[in-house]
Each structure stands twice: as structure tokens, then as C-alpha cells.
């Protein structure tokens, strides 16, 4: 299962929004002008499981550490921190307004942590530059 799960994503003026799991319980939290944590969610392995099956799809674990466009100055920022347990390491990737291609595989992600989460993060447009994987 995850030993580890952190996802937050936002902008300046968009706000963020922030997951968290620990201990099979999910953290939701929106930052706008004022911040307004949303009641915790319990997940099941199964939900866990899925999650995961999803991440596995989309060849999560082969993502890039960094999505960078340095021609954007504010923009959206994203970071997610994942471990899965029994692994001797985790990922940490991290993007500013560029994402893993096909953009596809980033919005799947985002659909299955709403799932997971309970959340609403909204998911990327097309038009954004794209950074392709190698």
C-alpha cells in the first residue's frame, strides 16, 4: 500500500489545494485567502488500491523529478510526494506550469486523487506547454 502521499497544487492567485495521507486518512485541505480544512476522509485498502493501480497506468513512477517552464512567472505549481510501502524510496516531483505528456496521464492522476481524496482539483487545460518524458 502507501506509506507515503502528499499532492498539493496551485498558484498565486488560484490558491492551492493540499492532500494528505496518513494512517489511512486522507487530509484535504484548500488554501484561498483564508484557509478552510475539509473534514478527513478514511480510505480503504481497496480505495488505496485502486489509487495505486491507476498510478501504474499512467507509468507514474517513471516521471520525470522536475516539470519546468521558465517562461511562466506565476502560474500553477504542483508537487507530489508518494512512497509505497516496503520500498526503500519514494518519489518527489515537482512541476511549475509544465506536466508530465500526454497531458492526459497528469488530468488521470489528478481524476484518481479526487477519487481517493474526496476533493475537487480542477484539472489541467490542453493549451499549456507540455514537457515530453524521456
Request: with cysteine.
Amino acid at each position: 500500500m502507501l506509506e507515503k502521499l502528499e499532492f498539493e497544487i496551485g498558484g498565486f492567485h488560484q490558491g492551492h489545494e493540499h492532500v494528505i495521507l496518513k494512517d489511512n486518512q486522507i487530509f484535504y485541505q484548500e488554501h484561498q485567502f483564508i484557509n478552510l480544512l475539509k473534514p478527513s476522509k478514511i480510505v480503504t485498502d481497496n480505495e488505496v488500491g485502486e489509487f495505486l493501480k491507476t498510478c501504474d497506468e499512467i507509468k507514474l513512477w517513471s516521471w520525470k523529478k522536475e516539470y519546468f517552464d521558465q517562461g511562466v512567472m506565476d502560474g500553477t505549481q504542483w508537487e507530489l510526494k508518494i512512497k509505497k510501502a516496503g520500498k526503500l524510496r519514494g518519489r518527489n516531483i515537482s512541476g511549475s506550469n509544465s506536466y508530465p505528456q500526454p497531458i492526459d496521464n497528469f488530468n488521470k492522476f489528478i481524476i484518481a486523487i479526487n477519487k481517493l481524496a474526496g476533493s475537487e482539483i480542477e484539472l489541467v487545460e490542453d493549451e499549456i506547454e507540455l514537457v515530453e518524458d524521456i
